[in-house]
């Protein structure tokens, strides 16, 4: 056999690819092709369309070195949006970091429906505070589509809010936005507008202790617990929406959260409790079969 023969095929970008899909497929990775692509693309500063049309380029030693590390750590469950620093939410780039929850799309539901919301009532100037703003995706996103809104962003982790400020500054809305760190609604008096806010938006933490063990392994063991769980009530932040709501929200305004699977009843049921909330709808996005946003009408 001749030495040309024996030669190892080069890492082509194409070689890496199926390589790549394969070895975190027997890793039991989700999405092991889409995760691939986004390593590589990240490791070689590209758009992933462009590993398809430079399949055969062969990265530089430097590249390599980069994305071997990613798929090492990849393999671990480490999750690919914190490897790359970036998620995609409502058609946006956002910065991720292990400071904050990684987007999800069953959360633009919650976006939407706040959109939809917002224009029916067309108020010049709307005020919104968005609890547990994380990564601020959320927020920003209503932002740009909605040009009349101001928003507080708050959360217990001053460092989901270096990453908010960081988002917010990217995408233009800065100077619309205010950020708070705060414990649930305990926020400064000079941040709540004279009469209250209009709306309020949350996606809390609604996993129970339990079910903690039985998350997958890149989010049980990677993202912030604080952003997870409460521990064993899933029900105590949407207590404080409907016990302490009504005092920073105004006569008329609208409550929307995010819900877990199944929870649609007993969070209805907390917000009955006192008699200042009425369920104005519940729903799901898409190809999502869970109830995932309730929304509530302040009555008291």
Known sequence: MSDTQCQTPPWTVARLLAWTRGHLEEKGIAEPRLSAELLLAYALDCRR????????????PDQLTTFRDLVRRSATHEPIA??????????LAFEVTPDVLIPRPETETLVERVLVHCTERDQPDTTLLDLGTGSGCVAIAILI???????????????ALVVARRNAERHG??????????PG????????????FDVIVSNPPYVGEAEMATLPANVRDHEPRVALTEGADRLSVYRILAEAGSAVLKPD??????????????????????GQFEHVGTWRGGSDPHDRVLGFRRTG
């Open 49 to 60: 369309i462009e590993l398809y049309t430079h399949g055969e380029q062969i990265p530089s």
């Open 145 to 159: 589509n909605c040009s009349g809104v101001q928003i507080v962003a708050s959360d217990i982790s001053e460092g």
């Open 185 to 196: 609604l305990d926020l400064p008096p000079e941040v709540v507008p004279a009469g209250g």
């Open 253 to 274: 305004g609208g409550v929307f959260v995010e819900i877990g699977a199944g929870m649609a009843e007993a969070v209805c049921g907390v917000f009955a409790t006192g």
């Open 82 to 91: 914190y490897l790359t620093g970036s998620k995609e939410f409502f058609s």
């Open 173 to 182: 809305v800065f100077d619309r936005m205010r950020f708070v760190a705060a």
